[in-house]
């Protein structure tokens, strides 16, 4: 959802590496670019995490879950589409996934997506002013490539 409460549509792509200690257990850190709300002119948020994952079962087609949080920066601050100046800043960053892996290089995973923002913004025209403090929650569908 956006910030007034619509459903939106939004991509992401994220990277991370790390170490598996055994098939139950890895854990690592990663990064990645995150676009929502396009037709908003919400800047891009640049979220940096921890994570931990594990895998069922000893097979090459298993079911896995992920956590991991971290926190998120937002891009350049914008204006907006109803004449006022925006100053965004990002918040924590929170994750929970569970997905199937298939063979040794691809997974489908679906999950929720947690993460808080502020927006700060100030009209053009008059001198209003105001804070928007934010959580959005997203639902995840994606696919994976493991290298």
Same mark, same amino acid.
């Given at each position: 959802?956006?910030? +007034?409460?619509?459903? %939106?549509?939004?991509?992401?792509?994220?990277? %991370?590496?790390?170490?598996?200690? +055994?098939?139950?257990?890895?854990?690592?850190?990663?990064?990645?670019? /995150?676009?929502? $709300?396009?037709? +908003?002119?919400?800047?891009?948020?640049?979220?940096?995490?921890?994570?931990?994952?594990?895998?069922?079962?000893? &097979? $090459?087609?298993?079911?896995?879950?992920?956590?991991?949080?971290?926190? =998120?920066?937002?891009?350049?601050?914008?204006? %907006?589409?109803?004449?006022?100046?925006?100053?965004? +800043?990002?918040?924590?960053? =929170?994750?929970?996934?569970?997905?199937?892996?298939?063979?040794?290089?691809?997974?489908?995973?679906?999950?929720?997506?947690?993460?808080? &923002?502020?927006?700060?913004?100030?009209?053009?025209?008059?001198? /209003?002013?105001?804070?928007?403090?934010?959580?959005? &929650?997203?639902? /995840?569908?994606?696919?994976?490539?493991?290298?």
């Amino acid at each position: 959802q956006n910030y +007034s409460g619509q459903n %939106s549509p939004g991509y992401s792509l994220h990277h %991370s590496a790390g170490w598996m200690f +055994s098939r139950m257990l890895g854990v690592g850190i990663g990064g990645g670019m /995150e676009i929502f $709300n396009v037709d +908003s002119g919400e800047p891009v948020t640049y979220p940096v995490f921890a994570e931990m994952r594990g895998y069922l079962q000893a &097979k $090459n087609v298993t079911p896995f879950f992920v956590l991991g949080g971290g926190w =998120a920066f937002t891009g350049k601050n914008s204006q %907006s589409p109803w004449g006022q100046i925006e100053n965004w +800043s990002g918040g924590w960053h =929170a994750k929970a996934q569970i997905g199937y892996r298939l063979g040794n290089h691809f997974t489908l995973f679906g999950g929720l997506n947690f993460q808080k &923002k502020v927006r700060n913004w100030q009209s053009n025209w008059g001198g /209003e002013w105001g804070k928007d403090r934010m959580l959005h &929650k997203r639902l /995840e569908l994606g696919i994976g490539v493991i290298l």
